[in-house]
């Protein structure tokens, strides 16, 4: 791939994430804005559960799907046979997950979190299809589809009905169904409806092939999901006081991070099998795309250290809630997951799964024993520590497993970039917002966001060796 395609695509693939990323954050305003107190949690912790179990349902399958398609001698069998099985398993799922939220909200979360969970399962695995062959275009279609359902959906529930986090958990259902029913009748179209019925040996055959390949990566999902979830049931059993501003400051971060990162990780991740399957891993990938992560998420923290959290505070209504210190934790946490996932795709694409699952379930069992004493002995700030710890640990397993492949003289350029973005942002501080009113000093606030992005563009395209993705 050369260097005008690769851009290409990734051009082509921002707004893919794009679109939900600013989506997630204008539902974060919204809710956060228009609960009650607790009312955020549940919404969180129900959309939490059915996540975890849509992903345990379909990434294995998805990820399978893109390791094997290309090859397939019949890819329209192929599609239909792993359709078949995520319909098999997926209202399985969809059931444990609605058990589970009973359990951590409330039992009338039951069916709202059972049909979401439904919705993802499907959507998750369709878009995994299209990541397999660059169709981004119909990617693209399928995310306007579902942000302009949801939206839909949750204003006219609201209006009408009654604002709930129930009707905002049936209003992202509505949307993911959507998305999938558009991108399901494109394959259908592609393939015809010839090899829709799939002969039984055929089916299990590409069953066994697909369980070989993503066995193991339901337990290392399942470790990752709930090491980086563990603070959300803690927060929703122990109800505890300011567990409304921490999850939705982190669910904030979690849309920024998948705003800035995740465009780039869809390209790396079919880039590193690519190469993979040309007889080497190319390590250089990796290593550019933590350098990003470092220079991206450094300027995000100056962004919410030096404007952001009022600005959320001022339209939201409402104050912070909890300390800077629980803040810059959830914000942690997100980062050394963002990194984490690069830093893995060694061990990914070697077929290490095994030793993925591992370490995640170990790290997992860490945050959950951890952050349950954090919670029922401290509050929400041990409870961040819990989850970043457990974050971190992870991260600092993966490289030690590395054995020296990292070549950190190389991370030198991106911090020090790092390092430069943060002394800006004090400075543009105390040169114009620092002591003053957001809103009513609006003009110096814009100044202070152009500089800083103009900055960032600046580390970026200086800190970043871009010539290692072509």
Known sequence: M????????????????????????FFIFLLYSVFPEGGYVKYSVGVTSALIAAQLTTMWIGNSYIYYAAGSKSQATFFYSCFWILIVIAPAAALIAGLVSVFFVEADA????????????????????????????????????????????????????????????????????????????????????????????????????????????????LGMLVM????????????LEGGDAYLSLKDLFVGGAGLLSMPLLMMVHSL???????????MEIVQASV??????????????????????????????????????????AIALASASVYV???LEVHRKIGRLALISLACAMVSIVVGFAAGAVGGVFEVAFAAALAQLLYLVVLIKSLQKKLRFFLFLKPVLWAAFLFGSGVVLTHLLIDGKNVIENWQDSLIWFSGLSSLVLLALWKGVNWGSFT
């Not at 590409?206 to 999902?221: D, E, K, Q, T, V």
């Not at 590193?272 to 190319?282: E, H, M, P, V």
């Open 291 to 332: 350098s990003f992560l470092i220079i991206v998420f450094t300027g995000m923290w100056v962004f919410l250290q030096f404007l952001g959290l009022e600005l959320f505070a001022l339209i939201t209504d409402k104050p912070e809630g909890i300390s800077r210190g629980a803040v810059f934790l959830a914000f942690l």
């Open 272 to 282: 590193l099998i690519s190469r993979f399957r040309d007889g080497r891993f190319a």
């Open 344 to 346: 893995q795709k060694r």
């Open 228 to 239: 980086a979830a563990a603070d959300r049931f803690v927060i929703g059993y122990y109800n």
């Open 110 to 221: 039951f069916l709202p979190v059972l049909f979401l969970c439904l919705s993802q399962s499907l959507f998750f695995f369709l878009s995994a299809v299209f990541q397999a062959t660059f169709f981004v275009k119909h990617q693209l279609v399928a995310v306007f589809i579902q942000a302009v359902a949801q939206v839909a959906a949750v204003f006219v529930l609201f209006e009408y009905v009654a604002v709930d986090y129930k009707l905002a958990i049936a209003s992202l259902s509505v949307g993911y169904f959507g998305a999938a029913l558009f991108l399901l009748l494109v394959k259908i179209k592609e393939y015809g409806t010839g090899g829709f019925i799939v002969r039984m040996d055929t089916l299990r055959a590409n069953f066994l092939a697909i369980y070989r390949y993503g066995s193991a990566l339901s337990p290392w999902m």
């Open 2 to 25: 050369n260097t005008s395609t690769f851009f290409g695509k990734l051009l082509l693939y921002v707004p893919v994430k794009l679109v939900p990323a600013f989506l997630g954050i």
